[in-house]
Nanobody, 126 residues
């Protein structure tokens, strides 16, 4: 079963740091680009970043460029999202589906509908 499960969400104080994990099972992660999305209550889902299968060429939309660091360890079937200096507006449920990729670059478009996991809740509040 093609599955990606997010974890690591927590209640964090403003200015704090967080590292989210995305664990793959049922397929070989090496062949897939992975994206990170988030959705806050009452807001549309937003793409945050993506990383190609090679681990090179992380891509972020202009709205959040430079704020997140994505990494991956294919040997551990895992992808990570790091954020330092968290502001309250980063509070959301974060997801990590497989995303489209071409020629070593990724795009924040889900590759398959069954790759959306349950998400992990990040709350930034004092």
């Amino acid at each position: 079963q093609f599955q990606l499960v997010e974890s690591g969400g927590d209640l964090v104080q403003p200015g704090g740091s967080l590292r989210l994990s995305c664990k793959a099972s049922g397929f070989t992660l090496d062949n897939y680009a992975i994206g990170w999305f988030r959705q806050a209550p009452g807001k549309e889902r937003e793409g945050v970043s993506c990383i190609p299968s090679s681990g090179q060429n992380q891509w972020d939309p202009d709205s959040v460029k430079g704020r997140f660091t994505v990494s991956r360890d294919n040997a551990k079937s895992s992808v990570y999202l790091q954020r330092n200096g968290l502001p309250p507006e980063d509070s959301a449920v974060y997801f990590c589906p497989a995303v489209r990729h071409l020629a070593g670059h990724c795009a924040l478009r889900a590759l398959r509908s069954d790759s959306w996991g349950p998400g992990t809740q990040v709350t930034v509040s004092s």
